[in-house]
């Protein structure tokens, strides 16, 4: 039986100090910091620097200024706009396998397996599918929508769109599963007080399911917007080069091809620290903003 | 008692993990990993290549060459790394800068060497290759830079013939074009009759350099022309380099090129030609034999690009060499280029050209052993060959003017005005941001 002056010790020997818990995380801590800290120093050491001699921020001007820059940002961007469609497309398939619909099984194997193909091999599937005698173009012609058939990659002005398309369908796997494992802790009693209410399907799904889901939705938007800002150059590369012309070119595009192929390294370092630099600028702006929102206690 | 031992496993883990974060950074740097050895000693040569990209039979070629080298140079061991056409010039863009990889490299003529050569990536093959044997090799000439030979010519690439089936215009009527006018009326002709006259493929890029250099030094008068406009005394836009836009406008309006041209690549796209789907289409001099061997050889013709212009290129291929060269950090450049000496060994001149059917770039080469007749036509053009425009302008402008502009050209998006003046606008962009390169060029095209 334990006394209360026992009690206190082991409350005292429970609590750590700060300094202990740095000691156990230092080793995974120094190895990130020399990974990751030491590669971004070199680039923005690259970027200040060219042929050896320091230039400042000449080198982040003239990428600035670089059209071919802001071709690729713009890109992004509007590789970007395809975000509330993934999250809305994830989140109608996450409901509908929730509520269980005949065959449910089936149906998530099927929305998930595309996001567990390597990107290299749908890259090279749909770059096959989508030329201009290609699968998707036959298949339109078989039932009588030959009119819809396009060049999908070879005409500049639908490549991005539809490297987009490819991009949301591999991506939407991860959403549909993360919003199904978020649906299912989800307590009962609170659909079926808003049934006993007279809520239907949309009313109960919007007044209850989007509220309580909205931190795994912020979760998911950070992920993919992470990847459609600076994870999409397998799909690039293998389906299109940045082409036709540099309709399909990216920023990672961008710093490959003057790293690598056009041997421009300053060049590939600044546009690297130019966006390194914008990232930091929106973490922070998004940390501000989430400091001063009122705080709600759903989710 | 527990909070000490707590305190020696965490500091034990943290020097462990900072070790093993500074281990990697003390290891060798020497350049292909060995340590630098004697002639007599253990030497391991690394060579970075294409393999059978374009001309088939390379790989059994190499294999074959550096059995019979290390059997006759017991204490050298040579190592052969493939690499793709999109990974060739990255690859070793990323080697030199870690100053790691391979001994041997293999590269296309030209700028396409010359520019790692001024980066100082290369070694020059004239420091290590006695003159009379490097007369010998073939199209040295666009290799040389301040007075050195940068890389040595392997094999000609006699660029690019127009492939046509015989049976399939015969049976459409057509003869084979001698002129520009003729190959319009001809590509009208086949049209007519459902054939595709041309099959090309511009998805990944490279097609569009290669008409460039066919087609667009039929207007040059000079190689220095071009020169001039890479250092910004003439522009891109003058008629003499524009041009070739305009004929191959002409081209796409007269339906010569089949209709998914945007969306195959290359070597996809000379694959229907080869199924009989179309009449023509442009390949590797490399690959002759192969496309031969395949159709027939009384199916196939070869001839240059028709001419429209009378100038350098007009009605001739161009005339380079890929080269293989020694990279400026190896430890055993001597043995670099001993190995590639032993290459133009007459033995391994004809072994060359029977395992692959392709032209070894040595006037040595016994050329009564062709006995491919297309292969011979070939042989004959290329003894009066044109400089290759590809190998005389900034690989940059390459890619972002000639390769897009023909993409978007093909997609209908860009006329061939537009095409020149972004032609220049890159040009222009160059000069910008690589000055140093510009320098370069106006030395090299001052010598």
Known sequence: ?299 | MVKRRTVMFAVLAAVVAIAAGCGSSSGDSSGSGSTPASSTGPVKLTMWWWGDQEAAGMKNFVADSVQKYEAEHPNITIDTVLQSTDNLMPNFAAAAKAKQGPDIEYRWGGIWNLQDAWDGNLAAVSDYIPQDELAHYLNASEDTSGGKVWTAPWYVQPSFPVLYRKDILKDAGVAVPTNWDEFLAACDTLNSKGITPIAGGVKDGWFGGWLYSIMGSQSLTSIDDLKEAVVGDKKFTDPEFAEWWSKLQEMIDHKCWNDDIGSQELYQAQQTWVDGKSAMTISAGTEVGNFVKQVGQDKVGVMAMPAYGDGIGAGKLGSTSQTLGISSWSPHKQEAADFIMYLHTPERLAAFYKATGALPADDRFDSSSITVPQVKDLFDMSKDGSPYLENFIPTDLDSKGNFEGVQLMFAGSESAQEAAANMEKEMDRIRTIQPDLIDNFKEWAAN
């Open chain 1, 1 to 299: 039986m334990s006394t209360p002056a026992g009690a206190r010790r082991k409350r005292r020997s429970r609590r750590r100090t700060p300094w202990q818990a740095l000691l156990w995380i230092a080793p995974a801590f120094l190895s990130i910091a020399f990974v990751f800290g030491y590669g971004v120093y070199r680039v923005v050491e690259e970027a200040l620097h060219r042929e050896g001699e320091w230039v400042g921020l000449d080198n982040l001007r003239i990428v600035i200024d670089d059209p071919p820059f802001r071709t690729a940002v713009g890109h992004n961007l509007r590789l970007l706009l395809t975000l509330p469609i993934i999250i809305a497309i994830a989140l109608v398939l996450a409901i509908l396998l929730y509520e269980a619909l005949r065959g449910w099984r089936i149906h998530r194997f099927a929305v998930f397996l595309p996001y567990i193909l390597p990107v290299p091999v749908v890259g090279v599937l749909f770059g096959q599918i989508l030329t201009l005698h290609g699968m998707l173009n036959s298949s339109l012609e078989t039932i009588g929508l030959g009119g819809l058939a396009h060049d999908w990659l070879g005409d500049p002005d639908i490549a991005l769109f539809s490297l987009a398309s490819v991009i949301i369908w591999k991506e939407l796997g991860f959403g549909v599963i993360l919003f199904l494992a978020r649906l299912l802790s989800l307590p009962g009693d609170l659909y079926e007080a808003i049934k006993v209410d007279g809520a239907g399907f949309w009313r109960s799904h919007w007044h209850v399911t989007l509220p309580m889901m909205r931190s795994i939705i912020g979760f998911y938007v950070v992920i993919e917007g992470i990847t459609l800002f600076s994870w999409v150059f397998s799909y690039v590369y293998v389906m299109t080069r940045g082409g036709p012309g540099d309709a399909t070119q990216v920023t990672e595009t961008y710093i490959y091809d003057n790293a690598f192929t056009s041997d421009i390294p300053w060049l590939a370092a600044s546009a690297a620290t130019v966006l390194l630099l914008g990232f930091l600028v929106l973490a922070a702006a998004f940390l501000v903003f989430r400091a001063v929102l009122p705080k709600r206690s759903l989710g």
